[in-house]
């Protein structure tokens, strides 16, 4: 009798070894059977990124309160802008400077930093919303602003143009065409980086 139910004993658990393993390599890994959601970000993506025209920047704040979540993401997004912004414009101020055959001229150096400095604080406050999002928590303690700033490349090289045209230490020596000219490459390089 033990001759005869070993060999149906030895089948069974190997048929249930076999048809167990099986079923575990069929199924697929997704992101929706690990537990992930998909997140949605107001005021980011590609109609929110610095182009060859404009300056723009995105950011996100969150707070209990609904206007210090507006308050953190503008500060944010301001600095952001100020960086790209301070960026370009010393970039040009040095082409500008050797272009002018004024080299590593220090008084000429200071100028166009104070002139840097002058153009991105006033920039600053011409800049204007493009989008603006905000949503609060399920449980209703948490807001989070969403927020997009552009500002215009143009009105940043005209604010330029004006404080190199009152500047009486570089004024003769000041040329807009090339000075056009190299704020539009600047702003092309900084587009694709």
Same mark, same amino acid.
């Given at each position: 009798?033990?001759?005869?139910?070993?060999?149906?004993?030895?089948?069974?658990? #190997?048929?249930?070894?076999?048809?167990?393993?099986?079923?575990?390599?069929?199924?697929?890994?997704?992101?929706?059977?690990?537990?992930?959601?998909?997140?949605?970000?107001?005021?980011?993506?590609?109609?929110?990124?610095?182009?060859?025209?404009?300056?723009?920047?995105?950011?996100?704040?969150?707070?209990?309160?609904?206007?210090?979540?507006?308050?953190?993401?503008?500060?944010?997004?301001?600095?952001?802008?100020?960086?790209?912004?301070?960026?370009?414009?010393?970039?040009?101020?040095?082409?500008?400077?050797?272009?002018? #055959?004024?080299?590593?001229?220090?008084?000429?150096?200071?100028?166009?930093?104070?002139?840097?400095?002058?153009?991105?604080?006033?920039?600053?406050?011409?800049?204007?919303?493009?989008?603006?999002?905000?949503?609060?928590?399920?449980?209703?303690?948490?807001?989070?602003?969403?927020?997009?700033?552009?500002?215009?490349?143009?009105?940043?090289?005209?604010?330029?143009?004006?404080?190199?045209?009152?500047?009486?230490?570089?004024?003769?020596?000041?040329?807009?065409?090339?000075?056009?000219?190299?704020?539009?490459?600047?702003?092309?390089?900084?587009?694709?980086?």
């Amino acid at each position: 009798m033990k001759n005869k139910l070993f060999p149906l004993v030895v089948f069974a658990i #190997g048929a249930g070894l076999l048809t167990g393993c099986k079923g575990k390599k069929d199924a697929v890994s997704t992101p929706e059977n690990r537990g992930e959601r998909e997140v949605v970000e107001y005021c980011f993506g590609d109609d929110y990124i610095s182009d060859d025209d404009h300056f723009r920047a995105s950011a996100t704040g969150t707070s209990e309160r609904r206007e210090v979540a507006r308050s953190i993401a503008r500060r944010l997004a301001e600095s952001d802008l100020a960086a790209s912004l301070k960026t370009v414009v010393e970039v040009v101020a040095e082409n500008q400077a050797t272009q002018m #055959g004024f080299g590593s001229n220090d008084e000429v150096t200071t100028v166009f930093n104070e002139l840097t400095r002058s153009i991105v604080n006033e920039a600053l406050v011409g800049t204007k919303p493009i989008c603006e999002k905000l949503t609060v928590s399920a449980d209703g303690n948490k807001f989070t602003a969403y927020l997009a700033l552009e500002l215009s490349g143009a009105d940043i090289a005209n604010r330029y143009v004006e404080g190199l045209k009152n500047e009486e230490r570089i004024r003769a020596d000041y040329n807009y065409d090339q000075f056009k000219q190299t704020f539009d490459e600047v702003m092309s390089t900084y587009r694709k980086q």
